[in-house]
């Protein structure tokens, strides 16, 4: 691993040029991305190939005692500085290998507080930074973001509850975008302007609040920042609205809901950075490249150095919860259920089974249901090679992290799936540390479910190998054809896999027709082909990739799942290959075998989708296994054609998907 080099340069020149009003600004390393950074009032602009995509929007930190931000001005003892970041640092657990640091930085230094400024070939961000003695209470952020036309196209997710971002997106113009009463943008935020695409989210968020967006009422183009504030009293609930009778309890449960809220967000170190603000960016014509930037990653505070990750393991997972544990309903949650998935994993190499809800006794982690036998299936799967994970509610663990994790490392399972957050404040957010910490040193896996958005965690703690905040496939269990789940699964690549990898869950065996399907609890299927579930194995991120179906519909398909089984959850290298949030998603991934992997889907309309070799494959010959529509995968979804053939590097390979279809091909060199 390299280590970061810093430059610092033409110290005085910039603070001439901040002193007389004007602005400082750093462009990225290909002099494509630039943002600026302007003094009364302190704003910033963002721009790529001196296209506006960000006007100029101000910015404040608003503290007990001040606002940072208001009457701005350097004087003898601030200053700015500029220099580069560069280091190429490894990623084991990752989209690819190896991400690039280069970047280039400037800082306004205000004294005991600043603002850096950063550009890189993948986008730009800002933060601020103090340098405060004492601890310091935030009563709030102001992050405006104003975009230079109100006709903007957008692609946004709004939802009324913070932390619970699991809805499918819209799109609309910037200017039709409506917010009202306790509505929100969560992140990430997409839009285009000028032949350019934006994804607008963050990273780095620690000991605070995750961001969200609220469309200014008086203009069209301009959003503002919306926070949840530091909960005054909180109750423990464990049912509520759709779930059953509301009831608060002192203690476990399934939420920890805010019953009253503070005047301010986060009392915290005086000295520390904040979150970065994080503008993604491309051209319109690479809009599928949005995913296959690093920034958040990159800008993400790293593993510290005496942290070992290297018995974090990778894999699959054999699900329980989807599937209605093999379709049996709960009274399939029992100990002999369980040995069938544990049998079904170690037959086929998937590495892990999880026990979702249900091996609990009423949500009580001390009390086994007395249908499963936990520890007795925690050996018998460790025997087998095959790891359990288990399901928690975090109201089970919040203010217990050190005795829950301390207690069920010894029985030696390998993780946690932990649930039903649903909440954007710092306080839920010092327990997402504080969980992860407990299980590295445990060495326990942890994959956050009920969750935001990932802001670059994973880097500090690669053990974090999933968060969920998406609308995905568990939706299939109450769908209702009553919006297009097609167009979400576009959306969730462009939106939310930009953010990071998720929590989707593919892998479904029964296959319907666009507007012929209806959800069940049991016997749950999908909407779209058979080769499109397969293709999202390949297209969306997932460290932790569960299969969503049950042993029974795999084994009456095995063809589809040995291969699916087989698809990488890490990767050496991730390519985009075309598509745009409207129509359709192409990417290409590297295994660390060697093989590639290429996948597309399309949303509710068919249509013909190339794909280049020449941007990803090595010179030479390759013998291409595919997965694909047939001609009539319209009105028979679940058929398939799997075929091989042999393709030269730089050939172009072309297939037409059904409405809802997609396709997926493993090559491997000859």
């Known amino acids: 691993m390299k280590k970061n080099v810093v430059f610092l340069l033409s110290v005085m020149v910039l603070n001439a040029v901040f002193a007389t009003g004007f602005e400082t600004q750093v462009c990225s390393p290909d002099g494509r991305n630039e943002i600026k950074l302007y003094l009364k009032p302190l704003a910033y602009e963002v721009k790529r190939d001196g296209v506006t995509l960000v006007e100029k929007s101000p910015i404040s930190l608003s503290i007990v005692g001040s606002t940072l931000g208001e009457g701005v001005s350097l004087s003898k003892n601030a200053q700015v500085s500029c220099g580069e970041y560069s280091g190429i640092v490894e990623t084991p657990i990752y989209k690819r290998d190896k991400v690039d640091?280069?970047?280039?930085?400037?800082?306004?230094?205000?004294?005991?507080?600043?603002?850096?400024?950063?550009?890189?070939?993948?986008?730009?961000?800002?933060?601020?930074?103090?340098?405060?003695?004492t601890s310091?209470?935030?009563?709030?952020?102001?992050?405006?973001?104003?975009?230079?036309?109100?006709?903007?196209?957008?692609?946004?997710?709004?939802?009324?509850?913070?932390?619970?971002?699991?809805?499918?997106?819209?799109?609309?113009?910037?200017?039709?975008?409506?917010?009202?009463?306790?509505?929100?943008?969560?992140?990430?935020?997409?839009?285009?302007?000028?032949?350019?695409?934006?994804?607008?989210?963050?990273?780095?968020v620690k000991d605070y609040p995750v961001l969200y967006f609220k469309r200014s009422k008086d203009e069209g183009a301009v959003f503002e920042s919306y926070f949840s504030k530091w909960p005054k009293k909180t109750t423990h609930v464990t049912n509520e609205d759709g779930w059953g009778k509301h009831k608060d309890i002192e203690s476990g449960g399934r939420w920890v809901r805010i019953v009253q809220e503070s005047d301010y967000l986060v009392e915290t170190e005086g000295k520390r950075t904040f979150p970065w603000r994080a503008f993604v960016l491309t051209d319109e014509k690479d809009a599928s490249s949005l995913p296959t930037a690093d920034i958040v990653w990159a800008l993400a505070r790293p593993a510290q150095k005496d942290h070992d990750f290297s018995w974090v393991k990778p894999g699959k997972v054999a699900w329980d919860w989807w599937n209605a544990f093999d379709n049996l309903g709960y009274k399939g949650c029992t100990t002999k259920t369980y040995e069938r998935f544990i049998d079904f994993a170690a037959k086929n190499g998937v590495e892990y089974v999880i026990f979702d809800e249900g091996w609990s006794e009423h949500l009580n982690v001390w009390k086994y249901s007395p249908k499963v036998d936990v520890p007795y299936l925690v050996d018998y799967a460790n025997k087998k090679g095959v790891g359990i994970i288990l399901w928690i509610a975090w109201a089970q663990a919040?203010?217990?992290?050190?005795?829950?994790?301390?207690?069920?490392?010894?029985?030696?399972?390998?993780?946690?799936?932990?649930?039903?957050?649903?909440?954007?404040?710092?306080?839920?957010?010092?327990?997402?540390?504080?969980?992860?910490?407990?299980?590295?040193k445990a060495k326990l896996m942890v994959d956050y479910h009920g969750v935001h958005r990932p802001t670059g965690m994973c880097r500090a703690y690669p053990n974090v190998v999933n968060f969920e905040a998406n609308h995905g496939l568990e939706n299939m269990k109450w769908f209702r054809n009553n919006y297009d789940f097609m167009d979400n699964d576009i959306g969730t690549y462009y939106l939310r896999m930009t953010a990071g990898a998720l929590d989707y869950t593919p892998g479904a065996m029964d296959n319907v027709a666009i507007g012929k399907y209806k959800g069940h609890t049991v016997n749950p299927g999908s909407v779209g082909t058979?080769?499109?579930?397969?293709?999202?194995?390949?297209?969306?991120?997932?460290?932790?990739?569960?299969?969503c179906d049950s042993p029974t519909k795999y084994e009456k398909n095995m063809e589809c799942f040995r291969f699916m089984a087989s698809i990488p959850v890490v990767w050496s290298e991730s390519v985009a290959l075309g598509g745009h949030p409207d129509t359709y998603v192409a990417i290409a991934r590297k295994s660390k075998d060697g093989a590639w992997y290429a996948a597309a889907i399309s949303n509710s309309q068919a249509r013909e989708i190339e794909i280049d070799t020449s941007k990803f494959h090595e010179k030479g010959d390759w013998q291409a296994e595919i997965f694909r529509d047939t001609l009539d995968g319209d009105v028979n979804p679940a058929k398939y054609i799997h075929e091989t053939k042999s393709v030269k590097s730089g050939e172009k390979i072309s297939f037409k998907t059904a409405p809802g279809g997609g396709y997926v091909i493993k090559f491997t060199k000859r």
């Open 101 to 133: 640091l280069s970047a280039k930085w400037a800082f306004a230094d205000f004294g005991d507080w600043g603002v850096r400024i950063v550009a890189r070939n993948d986008g730009v961000a800002y933060r601020f930074e103090t340098k405060k003695i």
């Open 136 to 204: 310091i209470k935030v009563t709030g952020e102001n992050v405006t973001l104003k975009l230079p036309d109100p006709a903007a196209k957008c692609w946004t997710c709004i939802t009324d509850k913070f932390g619970c971002e699991e809805v499918p997106h819209k799109t609309l113009l910037a200017k039709d975008i409506a917010t009202p009463n306790k509505k929100m943008i969560y992140l990430p935020f997409v839009y285009s302007v000028g032949g350019k695409m934006v994804a607008v989210t963050d990273s780095d």
């Open 398 to 440: 919040v203010n217990d992290e050190a005795r829950v994790v301390e207690y069920f490392a010894k029985l030696k399972i390998k993780g946690f799936k932990v649930d039903f957050m649903d909440r954007g404040d710092a306080q839920c957010e010092q327990f997402l540390w504080k969980f992860a910490e407990e299980c590295r």
């Open 530 to 547: 058979r080769s499109r579930q397969m293709a999202l194995l390949a297209i969306y991120e997932a460290p932790l990739q569960m299969l």
